[in-house]
């Protein structure tokens, strides 16, 4: 019994087929989530309320929680995967839900030292 690759079968256009689909359905989700971010952004510009959410100096924290956390599971899963022990992925995966703990954290106290008014518009 041969075993015949599947690139043979199908051919190299057939082959790379879905791999092309993948790419252009996420160029496509790319560009489907910035038109929203986009409305968004001009849906709070007409409201008034852009200043506010500019002024936020905490986005840095969620955006490195989600990129540290992100390394460390992916280290973690790579290296148990290959039946190792994880050592250094296991300590950026908990700095990274330490960032993500301390950014929800702080805009739940946020959201409760607000006045009445401004949680009502």
């Keep these: 019994m041969t075993i015949t690759p599947i690139q043979f079968l199908l051919g190299d256009a057939a082959f790379f087929l879905p791999f092309a689909v993948f790419a252009l359905g996420a160029l496509g989700l790319v560009f489907y ?13 007409e409201a008034g ?5 500019r002024n936020d100096s905490r986005a840095w924290i969620l955006g490195g929680g989600l990129l540290v956390g992100a390394l460390g599971l992916a ?5 148990l ?3 190792g022990v994880p050592q250094e992925g296991v300590a950026a995966a908990f700095v990274g839900l330490a960032a993500l703990a301390y950014y ?4 739940r106290e946020d959201r409760v030292d607000a006045p009445e008014s401004a949680t009502r518009a």
Excluded: W
Aim: charged share 30%.
């Design 49 to 53: 309320e852009y200043q506010q959410l």
């Design 81 to 83: 995967l290959a039946g």
């Design 104 to 107: 929800f954290y702080k805009r």
């Design 33 to 45: 989530l910035s038109r929203l971010e986009h409305e968004k952004e001009m849906a709070l510009i």
């Design 75 to 79: 280290d973690v899963t790579t290296t």
